[in-house]
């Protein structure tokens, strides 16, 4: 039995809308919205922003010497210091693994599961799509979606900080449409 070309017609124009789709902006009057954004490139996945000051965390694809993703380290993760002159930082050790880091597990299909540190409520697969652009894929609204950013309300008048809210934006890899999850810990 033949297919056919419209279930593949239909995968093209799918991954086409994913590519160029992107989630909204920060809602007017949000200290988010006056946030530098990091710059895009085929290694970015996301970027996580809080409320405390503009310093981003960023996590891209880290790739071996043929282009696929580092069999050891598939996913790094480090600062731009926004608030010092932009300059990248890594992590340091209780922000690797207590809050920012990820535990990663590659696997032989080119792909990369992960999981936060801090929490196994969004676990992602990275992979690199066929126009090599690295992407994060996370189920949002219990649709997959690619993973663009991701914003942090924390209150600092504890003497540790407590998350209010964690709003995660992404682009639903089905749709082409921006999809956005709340999550209040």
Request: glycine share 8%; with cysteine; charged share 20%.
């Amino acid at each position: 039995m033949r297919c056919g070309r419209g279930p593949l017609v239909l995968l093209f124009v799918l991954v086409s809308l994913c590519a160029v789709a992107q989630p909204p902006p920060p809602p007017p009057g949000s200290v988010f919205a006056t946030f530098p954004v990091p710059p895009a490139s085929k290694d970015l996945l996301f970027y996580i922003q809080r409320n405390k000051n503009a310093n981003t965390i960023v996590y891209e694809a880290k790739r071996d010497g043929t282009g696929k993703l580092d069999a050891d380290e598939p996913v790094q993760v480090y600062w731009i210091r926004h608030t010092t002159g932009g300059g990248h930082e890594p992590l340091n050790l209780v922000e690797r693994t207590i809050a920012y880091g990820v535990n990663q597990k590659h696997h032989k299909d080119g792909m990369a599961t992960m999981k936060f540190v801090a929490s196994d409520k969004y676990p992602f697969i990275v992979q690199l799509r066929p126009n090599g652009q690295a992407e994060a894929w996370v189920m949002l609204k219990g649709r997959m979606a690619r993973l663009h950013h991701v914003y942090v309300q924390a209150d600092d008048d504890a003497w540790r900080p407590k998350i209010a809210w964690i709003d995660l934006y992404g682009t639903d890899v089905s749709t082409g449409a921006p999809i956005t999850e709340r999550y209040i810990p």
